[in-house]
């Protein structure tokens, strides 16, 4: 477990050390960030405490703390981060946030969701913003908890039109996906892919394939983690045996694996990033990338945030859509010249029949929208 007190102002800045917080299992001394604008909104302090592949892992984290800290500069507070190395570190890292006084603790993704939700049944006086996931009993029964806001993301929307675009820049006519673990939030992005293909196949009597994930079974390809490059690497040259060409690997960063596994093989391919735009994050794959599969975590972690700076706070559930841009599809950038502009325009369409509720994309993973 890393604790953290940084000065930061809408980015990761200047890093100044503090005072030691000695806790079991912990390596080094608590962060403070302070906000640039000077003016705090009151004892407000948001804290936020990451999974394993920490706040700089230019994916779900990061945006994540993005989002908390544009928020924290804007109400000119500080905020405090605690970064988990491994599972068992996550009831630790709330509850050390909880010890540094935190008025609100963002906690990433569905593996901190059972350390949330018993914190919060503890610390009734502390709000929690549970990111990607809902709350639920030790039997995976769905519960409200009056200090606890999950903010989810309709990905399937967004993975809809990915699928629906991966069908049509297939050359081989099999297209494939893999996760890093089978979460809903994970799953989610596979199902919308999946009915994307087979909306493009009704739309232009196509037969495009789909390897990696089995809808109606809810089974397919898994990582069994999101940092194991090599895993990764191995299920999609497995994918490549089987003709694939376009890939949507659900699984942070990994999708690095694929495009080496392309690279490899001499594979003129397309991969999907997801989360934030891949050919921004990590544009020496420029070439590769058909689009990413975005959430826009960075807004709905900031608008999260700001809400409890200013005691708005409330267990209502932020769903991230088409239709609010919580979800949405990258812009092609090196792919567009090579897709047919009437298909761009089909995507067009589909995303506002969606919106318009014409098209309707359904997932067991998807969340509530009312």
């Known amino acids: 477990m890393t604790l953290t007190t940084r000065t930061r102002f809408l980015g990761f800045g200047s890093v100044t050390a503090a005072a030691a917080l000695v806790l079991a299992g912990c390596a080094s001394a608590p962060e403070t960030e302070a906000g640039a604008s000077g003016t705090?909104?009151?004892?407000?302090?948001?804290?936020?405490?990451?999974?394993?592949?920490?706040?700089k892992d230019g994916q779900f984290n990061e945006l994540t703390y993005d989002g908390v800290a544009q928020a924290a500069d804007e109400l000119g507070v500080d905020t405090r981060t605690a970064e988990s190395t491994s599972e068992d570190q996550y009831a630790g890292n709330i509850s050390a946030m909880v010890n540094e006084d935190c008025s609100?603790?963002?906690?990433?993704?569905?593996?901190?969701?059972?350390?949330?939700?018993?914190?919060?049944?503890?610390?009734?006086?502390?709000?929690?913003?549970?990111?990607?996931?809902?709350?639920s009993d030790d039997d995976g029964t769905p519960?409200?908890?009056?200090?606890?806001?999950?903010?989810?993301?309709?990905?399937?929307?967004?993975?809809?039109?990915?699928?629906?675009?991966?069908?049509a820049a297939s050359k081989t006519g099999v297209v494939g996906t893999y996760?890093?673990?089978?979460?809903?939030?994970?799953?989610?992005?596979?199902?919308?892919?999946?009915?994307?293909?087979?909306?493009?196949?009704?739309?232009?009597?196509?037969?495009?394939?789909?390897?990696?994930?089995?809808?109606?079974?809810?089974?397919?390809?898994?990582?069994?983690?999101?940092d194991d490059q090599v895993q990764a690497k191995t299920l999609s040259e497995g994918l490549l045996d089987q003709n694939v060409d376009v890939i949507m690997p659900v699984a942070g960063s990994l999708f690095l694996a694929s495009i080496e596994a392309m690279k490899d093989r001499g594979v003129d391919g397309a991969i999907l990033g997801v989360n934030n735009d891949a050919y921004e994050a990590e544009p020496e794959g420029a070439p590769y990338y058909l689009t990413s599969?975005?959430?826009?975590?960075?807004?709905?972690?900031?608008?999260?945030?700001?809400?409890?700076?200013?005691?708005?706070?409330?267990?209502?559930?932020?769903?991230?859509?088409?239709?609010?841009?919580?979800?949405g599809i990258a812009p092609l950038h090196d792919w567009e010249s090579r897709i047919d502009p009437s298909v761009i325009a089909e995507l067009d369409q589909l995303k506002a029949d969606i919106i318009a509720g014409t098209v309707v994309v359904e997932s067991p993973s998807s969340p509530s929208q009312g």
């Open 40 to 55: 705090a909104a009151g004892d407000f302090l948001p804290c936020a405490v990451s999974d394993l592949t920490g706040f």
């Open 104 to 135: 609100l603790i963002v906690t990433v993704g569905f593996a901190l969701a059972a350390a949330t939700r018993d914190s919060a049944a503890e610390n009734p006086d502390i709000d929690y913003a549970l990111i990607d996931s809902t709350v």
């Open 143 to 167: 519960v409200e908890v009056d200090n606890v806001k999950p903010v989810l993301f309709d990905t399937a929307q967004a993975a809809y039109l990915a699928g629906y675009l991966s069908a």
């Open 179 to 226: 996760g890093g673990m089978p979460f809903p939030s994970v799953t989610v992005f596979m199902d919308g892919f999946v009915d994307g293909v087979a909306k493009f196949n009704e739309a232009h009597g196509a037969s495009v394939k789909v390897v990696g994930w089995d809808k109606a079974a809810q089974d397919g390809l898994f990582v069994g983690n999101f």
């Open 293 to 327: 599969v975005l959430k826009n975590l960075t807004t709905a972690a900031s608008e999260v945030t700001t809400a409890a700076g200013a005691g708005d706070f409330d267990s209502t559930p932020y769903v991230g859509t088409l239709e609010n841009d919580g979800v």
